[in-house]
């Protein structure tokens, strides 16, 4: 019994760790290659020996579900408004790749809320709101 009850303590404290990861990786825009770091490696040795790392894939499908996960947790909370704003604005990365970045703005709950919803039209279509959009601003183009 105590061979069980450890087993489900380790794979417990794993998915913690395994969340721990996935949140510096997206709160801090880490890339998914950190995993690979030699020193980021020796951190997580000394911090958790028996932690097994997942590696570049899984944790692609990790994200990925996060994603997916906290999508549906947005949209439930898009239904309880009544209307959204737009504002869009346009970026451009390290690279020089282009990005139009949608974000609404709504009450719930009596407070503001603001979240980025994605990067094009179809984004409106996408999360349910075509009928609830009010407008959409750009500052067209400045900085």
């Not at 959204?84 to 407070?111: E, P, Q, W």
Request: with cysteine; charged share 25%; aromatic share 4%.
């Amino acid at each position: 019994m105590g061979q069980t009850s450890r087993r489900a303590n380790s794979s417990s404290r794993k998915d913690i760790l395994d969340k721990c990861l996935i949140n510096i990786i997206i709160k801090d825009c880490q890339p998914v290659s950190i995993v690979e770091d030699v020193g980021f490696r020796e951190m997580l040795q000394v911090l958790e020996p028996s932690y097994a790392i997942p590696s570049r894939k899984a944790l692609k499908e990790m994200i990925a579900k996060k994603y997916d996960e906290e999508k549906q947790n947005m949209k439930a909370k898009l239904l309880t408004t009544t209307a959204i704003s737009l504002t869009a604005d346009m970026c451009t990365s390290i690279n020089m790749d282009a990005y139009l970045a949608v974000t609404g703005h709504f009450i719930a709950d009596t407070k503001l809320c603001t979240t980025v919803l994605g990067v094009t039209r179809s984004v409106i279509n996408d999360w349910g709101i075509s009928e609830k959009v009010r407008c959409l601003v750009t500052d067209g183009g400045r900085t």
